[in-house]
């Protein structure tokens, strides 16, 4: 499976932007799929994640409320809407997918990685 990450750029805090992950490979749509993000300086920290049939989500406590995991098996695509962005909300999002079904929060546990894509709130 590889994994192409886009939608990132620069938006004023409350604002909203939808990231994009589509993926290559007859398998990803058996796949479970999550988004991260690290900031400069920090490590990398579990945003959300969708079962592969977008049966269950889960959200990291930071991101609760305000962004919306999807997925398209059809298109090979996850999405991550994000609303009521926050200056914190600024790092670099990778889209991920592992060899399950099942979700997890810890990223030793994916095994596919996109490139990254940049998010930057301004205040």
């Known amino acids: 499976v590889q994994l192409q990450a886009s939608g990132g750029g620069l938006v004023e805090a409350g604002g909203s932007l939808m990231l994009s992950c589509a993926a290559s490979g007859s398998t990803f749509s058996l796949d479970a799929a999550a988004w991260f993000r690290q900031a400069p300086g920090k490590e990398r920290e579990f945003v959300a994640a969708?079962?592969?049939?977008?049966?269950?989500?889960l959200y990291g406590d930071s991101v609760k409320g305000r962004f919306t995991i999807s997925r398209d098996n059809a298109k090979s695509t996850v999405y991550l809407q994000m609303n009521s962005l926050k200056p914190e909300d600024t790092a670099v999002y990778y889209c991920?997918?592992?060899?399950?079904?099942?979700?997890?929060?810890?990223?030793?546990?994916?095994?596919?990685w996109g490139q990254g894509t940049l998010v930057t709130v301004s205040s």
């Open positions: 969708i079962t592969s049939t977008g049966s269950r989500t």
């Open positions: 991920a997918a592992r060899d399950s079904r099942f979700i997890v929060t810890s990223p030793t546990l994916y095994a596919y």
